[in-house]
């Protein structure tokens, strides 16, 4: 166990709706990163956020979004949402935004747009 | 850019028999290399790091992985698998920005 938490677990909607997937670091971390699983992109990086500030974005559409809360837990939100939106999303923490910081993942939110 | 290639896609190996699988690293300054491994259903576990000194990592788990600057490979190694060991193992870098840049992975099938 990482100490990163994620909920749900699973999430099955269909295309064009809205949900949000929800990210618990582990305690006293303040980066949270976002990944994106899928079978034909691999694991890619999506953004980070850094004490409540965005700090790096990579491959996130614009359907995508994301914030960090006071209490420095996070949440991706996807919508209108597309078949090819089905993946393993994974939030990971880190303790700073240092280079050498080491991130550790949660279990993954696995999402299905039907 | 920077990238992590995997060039094992799957790899089956006995239960006892020793393991190793590849990675490879593109350009860059001392690469922040890390060795993660993807049980079925579950996330992602940090098997190991190398940031820098030591080129021979231990991580947990039993394994072990040996940065070579020349060959730009941080291969991992187990000197003998458990069946427990079956799994998807991915190589990473941080890149800028402070992401983690993965390889494809390698999935491993252990057999009896």
């Known amino acids: 166990d990482s100490g990163v938490t994620q909920t749900p677990k699973h999430l099955i909607t269909a295309t064009g709706q809205r949900v949000t997937l929800r990210c618990s670091p582990r305690?006293?971390?303040?980066?949270v990163y976002w990944y994106q699983q899928s079978l034909d992109q691999g694991l890619q990086f999506l953004i980070q956020?850094?004490?409540?500030?965005?700090?790096a974005k990579g491959n996130i559409l614009e359907r995508f979004s994301a914030q960090q809360f006071p209490d420095l837990h996070s949440e991706l939100n996807l919508s209108s949402l597309e078949l090819g939106d089905s993946a393993l999303y994974f939030c990971?923490?880190?303790?700073?935004?240092?280079?050498?910081?080491?991130?550790?993942f949660g279990p993954g939110t696995r999402l299905t747009v039907l | 850019a920077q990238s992590v290639t995997q060039p094992d896609i799957h790899i089956t190996v006995s239960e006892g028999a020793s393991l190793e699988l590849r990675c490879n690293y593109s350009?860059?300054?001392?690469?922040?290399l890390f060795w993660y491994v993807q049980s079925p259903g579950q996330g992602l576990q940090l098997l190991l790091k190398?940031?820098?000194?030591?080129?021979l990592v231990q991580g947990i788990k039993g394994f072990e992985a040996e940065f070579k600057r020349s060959q730009s490979s941080f291969n991992l190694r187990k000197p003998s698998v458990h069946w427990s060991d079956a799994a998807e193992y991915f190589c990473?870098?941080?890149?800028?920005?402070?992401?983690?840049?993965f390889g494809g992975g390698t999935r491993v099938l252990v057999k009896p």
């Open positions: 990473a870098r941080k890149a800028a920005g402070n992401k983690l840049t």
């Open positions: 956020y850094y004490n409540g500030e965005e700090r």
């Open positions: 305690s006293g971390d303040l980066s």
């Open positions: 990971a923490s880190s303790v700073a935004e240092v280079f050498a910081d080491t991130q550790y």
């Open positions: 350009y860059g300054a001392t690469p922040y």
């Open positions: 190398y940031f820098s000194g030591d080129t």
